[in-house]
């Protein structure tokens, strides 16, 4: 399957890419990472799954590692107090990053590469960024892995063991293979789900305006979330389908990966 991986510049700021080859007449597939992911941890044991996603459905792909992660510029001073500099963000994370990132940076990104109207296919605070961005703008499918749509205990529990273990348990020398500035792409994301005014984290309100065809997919096993996140967005979105793995954590394409790939492939052939 034909790779091009680039730096593209979107508002100033060098974003890491991967394009999949795929038919022309099919959308293409947005891969949107999670929390602490980037371009090169969607491949685990040798094996890309944006690729097998691609192969099993027969359209393009587009991975990309947001700013701060993999290879795509960092940001300054992460640990300082939010602020700009050069029209360039700076310090901490605010709550609504995913908002920004949904509505601002993917809509820039998707225009400058000339992709109209895609699926998107994001997992954990990609799933999240995936459904603030069909809330507002057109897609042809969002499927939606381990989503948050509002801030739950037992991710913040999770979260906090996650600063521990890279603060002293080696999850820092792990990260560093996937990451230019692993510190970056650690404390960007761990700070501001810890942060008191991350608590109020809602966009419950925002998935009733998803009207696109919308999968969601979560394990039974997951440790950063209930059941209660695809609770919510059947209420806010009826039209929603849903798979709930067994034996299954946080990452379903890692713990089921044939069976959530099997499921996706399925769900893009209903919509032609």
């Not at 960092?74 to 602020?83: A, L, N, S």
């Not at 892995?145 to 792990?174: C, N, W, Y």
Request: net charge negative.
């Amino acid at each position: 399957m034909n790779l091009t991986t680039e730096l593209v510049e979107i508002k100033g700021v060098r974003l890491e890419t991967q394009r999949i080859a795929g038919r022309a007449d099919l959308a293409p597939i947005v891969f949107l990472h999670e929390g602490l992911g980037s371009v090169a941890l969607w491949t685990q044991r040798g094996i890309s799954w944006p690729q097998a996603v691609c192969a099993a459905t027969g359209g393009a792909g587009l991975v990309y590692s947001r700013r701060g992660y993999g290879q795509s510029d960092p940001v300054r001073d992460v640990r300082g107090e939010p602020g700009e500099s050069g029209n360039q963000r700076t310090g901490r994370l605010l709550p609504d990053y995913m908002h920004r990132e949904a509505w601002d940076v993917l809509p820039a990104l998707l225009e400058t590469l000339q992709i109209s109207k895609p699926v998107l296919l994001g997992h954990s605070d990609g799933a999240t960024i995936a459904l603030l961005h069909a809330s507002r703008h057109p897609v042809a499918a969002c499927i939606a892995m381990a989503p948050h749509v509002l801030v739950e205990d037992i991710a913040v529990q999770a979260i906090a063991e996650a600063r521990t273990a890279f603060e002293s348990g080696g999850l820092r020398e792990r990260l560093a293979r996937y990451h230019a500035d692993v510190d970056v792409a650690f404390w960007q994301w761990n700070d501001v789900w810890l942060s008191q005014s991350f608590r109020s984290f809602d966009i419950r309100e925002d998935c009733r305006r998803i009207t696109a065809p919308l999968l969601l997919i979560q394990g039974l096993d997951d440790e950063y979330g209930t059941m209660r996140q695809l609770d919510e967005i059947a209420l806010a979105a009826p039209h929603a389908q849903q798979l709930r793995l067994a034996a299954c954590g946080h990452s379903p394409q890692r713990d089921q990966a044939e069976k959530t790939t099997q499921a996706i492939a399925s769900f893009l052939k209903t919509l032609g």
